[in-house]
């Protein structure tokens, strides 16, 4: 569905620092949302944990660059990262291009239910975009 | 808030003590510049592509990795540098990246007008000359819930050392980029005639940012400011903090000059030959193009006048503008089309 002109499927979890998560078992996929990529500008580096690393909800664990700006994404959910995608690294615009497919960030085992996770279709989650766009003027 | 007019520190200092102070929940306008010339790379580039490192071993330059972004810049002390540490949740920090730059950045342009330099801000982190050359470099980043802005007042620059410390594939590409910096990045004492006395410069940037942040207070550095640079040194002196990002190598070489110029040398494989393109870009045109490579072209003398006709040549135009131009002189170039031509100028 489209909040404030910005998508966010409908079978993702969303947290309130822009990122999204695919939960399949006790593995989810993650990423950043349309409304996470268009907050960065036009991302031109993205350093990615490495394989094994444990990561915390909450926490910082990747860092874009847009604008000569250097940035660090709060992990999602709590785990250990399975699996990155390689290609961001080389070509990161790909996360503005495509933040829900060819833009995934990582895989990760999970460790824990991840906390207050919400759905597109929350009316909570609607009002966190709609504050977040007039605060950052986007 | 305090202001920590330092003057000409140690050329570690002047990046140490930025990174220490949101480490401590500590704002600031940081004003100084470094007793010693040395290279900064940005967060996210990988030392080895960028910069020529056995010639700063040979000449005793350092070379340092900061957490803010941008590119590989070569800084001494006729640079003066603004650090400003924010905290994040300040209404002063929050906005999009170009209006964060432009609020922020406002006391630099007026700075420079104040100087005599008619300076603008250009978007993204450009303080462009009314001529449109870049006259300040700007870069930013999060550490420790607080906003890092860093920037310089470009006094004087020293081109020669700028260009010999990057790592490029030749001397002639060193050139071009040695051509497109004069070009494209001028300083105070180009655009005046002279340098301003020093605490002209900072007294005049001191007064502006006041404006904008409201009275700021000189303030010695504190203790707990230098052990926790001491502490910061122990790592961002290590090998492995400037060696940590690894890039897979890009099929070229890109110099960005200033915001929208670049030289890019590209290399791209046609089934007729290797083509080596090297290609100053403004604003998304062709501003001048150099050719060569292992491919038969006929005429041959053709050649220079396809690179003079792109010049001008958007981009994305660049591919009709080489199949007209083939058309116009009968070119024929066996295994090589004007589309491979233009993706080694780096259309498509």
């Keep these: 569905m489209k909040i404030e002109g910005y998508e966010f499927p409908d079978d993702l979890w969303y947290d309130r620092h822009h990122n999204w998560a695919r939960i399949e078992g006790d593995v989810a996929t993650i990423g950043l949302t349309d409304f996470g990529q268009a907050l960065a500008g036009e991302i031109l580096y993205a350093e990615l944990p490495r394989p094994g690393r444990k990561i915390t909800q909450g926490r910082p664990y990747m860092s874009l660059e847009s604008g000569k700006w250097v940035g660090h994404i709060k992990a999602i959910v709590s785990g250990t990262v399975l699996e990155v995608n390689e290609e961001i690294e080389f070509e990161s615009r790909i996360i503005n291009e495509d933040p829900y497919g060819q833009g995934w960030v990582a895989r990760v085992r999970l460790e824990g239910q991840p906390e207050g996770l919400l759905r597109a279709g929350d009316p909570e989650f609607a009002a966190l975009i709609a504050a977040e766009k007039k605060k950052h003027g986007k | ?348």
Aim: aromatic share 8%; glycine share 8%; net charge neutral.
């Design chain 2, 1 to 348: 808030m305090n202001l920590y007019d330092l003057g000409h520190v140690p050329w570690l200092d002047s990046q140490l003590i930025y990174h220490a102070l949101p480490r401590l929940g500590l704002e600031g306008l940081i004003l100084l510049a470094p007793k010693e010339p040395y290279v900064c790379i940005g967060y996210h580039q990988d030392v080895e592509q960028e910069v020529d490192l056995s010639y700063c071993r040979r000449q005793g330059i350092p070379v340092f990795r900061r957490e803010v972004g941008g590119g590989a810049v070569y800084l001494d002390g006729q640079q003066l540098f603004y650090q400003l540490v924010l905290r994040r949740d300040r209404p002063l920090a929050l906005g999009d990246k170009a209006s964060l730059y432009r609020r922020l950045l406002a006391p630099v342009v007026q700075t420079y007008r104040d100087l005599g330099v008619d300076a603008r801000y250009k978007p993204v982190n450009d303080i462009i000359t009314a001529e449109g050359r870049k006259i300040s470099g700007n870069g930013a980043a999060e550490i420790a819930d607080h906003l890092v802005l860093v920037g310089n007042l470009i006094a004087d620059f020293d081109y020669e050392t700028m260009v010999r410390v990057l790592r490029l594939p030749d001397e002639k590409f060193r050139d071009k980029v040695f051509a497109s910096l004069r070009e494209n990045l001028t300083t105070l004492k180009r655009e005046l005639g002279r340098i301003p006395p020093w605490e002209t410069m900072t007294a005049t940037l001191i007064r502006n940012f006041e404006t904008l942040l409201g009275p700021l207070t000189p303030t010695p550095l504190p203790p707990a400011v230098r052990e926790k640079a001491a502490e910061l040194a122990a790592f961002y002196t290590t090998t492995d903090w400037l060696h940590k990002a690894r890039r897979r190598p890009h099929k070229g070489r890109r110099v960005k000059i200033a915001e929208g110029v670049e030289v890019v040398r590209r290399v791209h494989k046609a089934p007729g030959g290797l083509i080596r393109a090297t290609v100053e870009v403004r604003q998304g045109r062709i501003e001048s193009a150099e050719i060569s490579g292992d491919f038969f072209f006929y005429p041959a003398e053709k050649l220079a006048a396809l690179e003079d006709h792109l010049a001008g040549v958007a981009l994305e135009d660049a591919e009709e503008a080489i199949a007209a131009f083939y058309r116009a002189h009968a070119v024929e170039s066996p295994g090589m089309t004007p589309r491979d031509l233009a993706l080694a100028l780096g259309a498509g």
